[in-house]
């Protein structure tokens, strides 16, 4: 039975990254968001979004504003919701299909921004949370995705502190520095491996 590790942090806590060297290591990871983004271009979903938030939120070529929707549901976390009700369900059907491809693998990795604040890592055999100190986590966001500090907060405090997060996790990553990082990665692969 393939194991599902969950990986996880908050936003700017460089998950992402950890995720391909993950993966650089030839092993399966699904990120969820991806998937998201690309089910969230399906037109009929993008008919549900729709009725949520009201026409104003496409763009000319009737695509999604994906920088309007943020700035709503950060703000709204009703709206939030709504959204994550249309969104989740078929992300983890996709996640399903997925995973009948890697059933061959001792464990996949599972990238979930929100995976305690979805309920998600119910369904982890094993959690990696990365973590960072609060001002590294607002520069790298401001500088990678040109918000304000305090759109960058706003954010963080829709998601689980992590405090919160580390009672629930099986294994802490602290990445503050790149090398120290991959480290910590290849030590928590080799136990998942011999496990």
Excluded at 2 to 16: F, Y
Excluded at 173 to 194: A, P, R
Aim: aromatic share 6%; charged share 30%; hydrophobic share 40%.
């Amino acid at each position: 039975m393939t194991k599902i590790i969950g990986l996880t942090g908050g936003i700017g806590s460089g998950k992402s990254t950890v995720a391909k060297y993950i993966a650089s290591k030839g092993i399966p990871v699904y990120i969820a968001d991806d998937e998201a983004k690309k089910i969230m271009d399906n037109e009929k979903v993008i008919t549900e979004i729709k009725i949520i938030f009201t026409d104003d939120i496409l763009t000319n070529d009737n695509k999604l504003d994906r920088v309007k929707i943020a700035n709503i549901v950060f703000n709204n976390p009703d709206k939030l919701r709504e959204l994550n009700a249309i969104v989740h369900p078929k992300v983890k059907i996709h996640f399903k299909n997925w995973l009948k491809k890697h059933k061959k693998n001792l464990f996949i990795i599972k990238e979930v921004a929100i995976l305690f604040e979805t309920g998600g890592d119910k369904e982890c055999d094993a959690i990696i949370l990365v973590t960072a100190p609060e001002e590294i986590r607002i520069q790298r966001t401001t500088t990678r995705d040109n918000l304000t500090v305090d759109n960058v907060r706003k954010r963080m405090n829709s998601q689980f502190s992590d405090i919160e997060k580390i009672k629930k996790s099986t294994f802490v990553i602290n990445n503050i520095n790149l090398e120290d990082t991959y480290f910590q990665v290849d030590e928590i692969l080799e136990k998942m491996n011999n496990s």
